[in-house]
């Protein structure tokens, strides 16, 4: 979002726009002016504030866990018996849940 010149950022009426539309607001000509000048000055105090930042000894990272998979495998195992199943269950027939009727009659 916005472009980047000498240390500014300045965010366009296409910003603008693609920002009112994801937000499902219809802004005016106006109020795009307004916008863009108060956005680019909100972006650029906080840049300024993070460019002062020293990350010459910072290693680039995506996270800060230093995971990197902690997927487990994806494998079958036993489910439930069919009894255990049923075992809780309020109203079964002929071995499966038995429940209301949700459309038209018995």
């Known amino acids: 979002m916005g472009k980047r010149n000498n240390s500014k950022t300045e965010i366009s009426k296409k910003d603008i726009e693609h920002v009112a539309k994801l937000a499902n607001i219809s802004i005016t000509q106006k109020e795009h002016e307004k916008y863009s000048k108060e956005l680019s000055e909100v972006i650029n105090y906080n840049m300024s504030h ?7 000894n910072v290693k680039p990272t995506a996270h800060a866990t230093g995971e990197t998979s902690i997927t487990r495998r994806d494998e079958t195992e036993p489910g439930l018996s069919q009894e255990d199943a049923l075992k809780n269950a309020p109203n ?3 071995k499966f849940f038995k429940v209301d009727h949700i459309f038209g009659e018995d």
Do not use: F, V
């Open 92 to 94: 079964t027939h002929n």
């Open 50 to 56: 993070l460019e002062k930042i020293n990350t010459k």
